[in-house]
Nanobody
């Protein structure tokens, strides 16, 4: 069992930046064995893939709409992943969720690819 705790959301103006954090606890496996991802969801829409980072060689993947603006990273010593969000736009407004795969599973772009989820943190971008 892995518990994910998110932080860093808030309300900002368009063009501003935020950094989201997600810390994992409760796992008997080393944190580096888990692929990690970020998703976002707005009311009335399905949860959308944003970014992912693998457990092997820290391979990174992004949805096209955030490429060049968002950066996913991980600090295995701190059991934490981050999502640095720059040049935020109103369309980035959503609840952001972090997620973890089962140990040693590859990361993916679908909700079903992940076994563990955080509670979500709200990001609101105003123009």
């Amino acid at each position: 069992q892995v518990q994910l705790v998110e932080s860093g959301g808030g309300s900002v103006l368009a063009g501003d930046s935020l950094r989201l954090s997600c810390t994992a606890t409760g796992s008997g496996r080393t944190f580096s064995a888990y692929g990690m991802g970020w998703f976002r969801q707005v009311l009335g829409k399905e949860r959308e893939f944003v970014a992912a980072i693998s457990w092997v060689e820290s391979e990174k993947y992004y949805v096209d709409s955030v490429k060049g603006r968002f950066t996913i990273s991980r600090d295995n010593a701190k059991n934490t992943i981050y999502l640095q969000m720059n040049i935020l736009k109103p369309e980035d407004t959503a609840v952001y969720y972090c997620a973890a795969t089962k140990p040693l599973e590859v990361v993916g772009l679908e909700v079903a690819d992940y076994a563990y989820w955080g509670q979500g943190t709200q990001v609101t971008v105003s123009s």
